[in-house]
């Protein structure tokens, strides 16, 4: 088998519905994203074969960009066998790195060309994606929701989507909150997500006082790239710590797991390397009893599609995170659509990865633009015109609100 040719297929993605995760932070509202940022992207590629085998993929990490990256990638594949998928991820890298070391823009490049080739050995072989590697040890998996509770403890909001929830502790968080929701019959997540930032002192102070509500993690309390502040958080407080979505590759997870800062690792399946690259993160993980959680965020359809496969093939699957209520056209973007039943998404028994997109209706939809606006008046992180607008760690000036509870 021969690869024919590689495509790929961007589009503007709305916002989540108003009551997700997402909806009115860094994203914006919808119309004002819409104008500005551009809220998310989602770019898709599709690899081609000459037996007629076509294989679906997807990748985060700055989409706009990416796709410019897959179209140079695409000039060493053409020819290739698509089955040699561990040579051929082992050119793609070598070939990027002219660039410099491999960030998520190339390692999202790679994965939604390595999530491709995948889907192409499952549909070759008749198996679904994850059967080619190891086999099945679930038919499903619990999908984690992400309320909108910013600001407000609303434990009833979260009870609707089942037993467990993820507070993302925003900007405009008061105190309080978690008080009133811990406790009860759920487990609860906490992201404190940034930027800004807290300090590594902030942190530990902030997870010392989370000790009593046995959370089952604390997601990204400090910047990513400081890991000395993990270690610092890590002595200082007996909570479980979660992290990882915006590293790349082994080498990007790799000290978060071998220095064992963290109980949960949370690469993200859009752009850490492709189901190459995390199935060798899992593994990673799994020899430091780490649990791996895989990070959607912003992420669309089809790479869901390819965590379910790997948490199926893995023995140290925690959950799949997802925006239960997200923008309305997810659901007309992929065929089948995925649909969570009491919080459980099935994995698929189609071979390959078992989904692909509406061509039609993604070119309906154009990418705009993709970045981030920090000065949304609603997200509460930053206060446009004061000296802390587009700060990366933000200080107790403001941040001394978790604290105070004002
Ligand atoms: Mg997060």
Redesign the pocket.
Known sequence: MKITDIRTFLMHVGAPAPKAWASDNAFGTQAYSAGITGTRNWLFVKVYTDEGIVGIGECSGWPRVIETAVQDLRRILIGEDPTHIERLWQRMMSAIMVHGMTGTVGAGAMTGIDMALWDIKGKALGFRSGTCWAGRSATRFASTPMPTLRGRARPEGARRHGDQMRWCVGPGAQGGGVARCGGGDMDIMI?L?GPPWLTPGDAARLARALEPFNLLFI??PIAPDNLDGYKRIRDAAHVPLAAG?RMSTIFGERDLIERELVDVI?PDTGRAGGITQMKKIAAMAEAHHIMVAP?S?SLGPVAEYAALHLLAAIPNALFLERIEDDWEGRAQTVVPHPVSVDGFLQVPDAPGLGVDIDEAFVARFPSQANISSQVSAASGSYVPGTHDENVYVQTRLQRGRYFTGR
């Open positions: 992201d997500h997601e990204d979505e949370q990070h965020g």
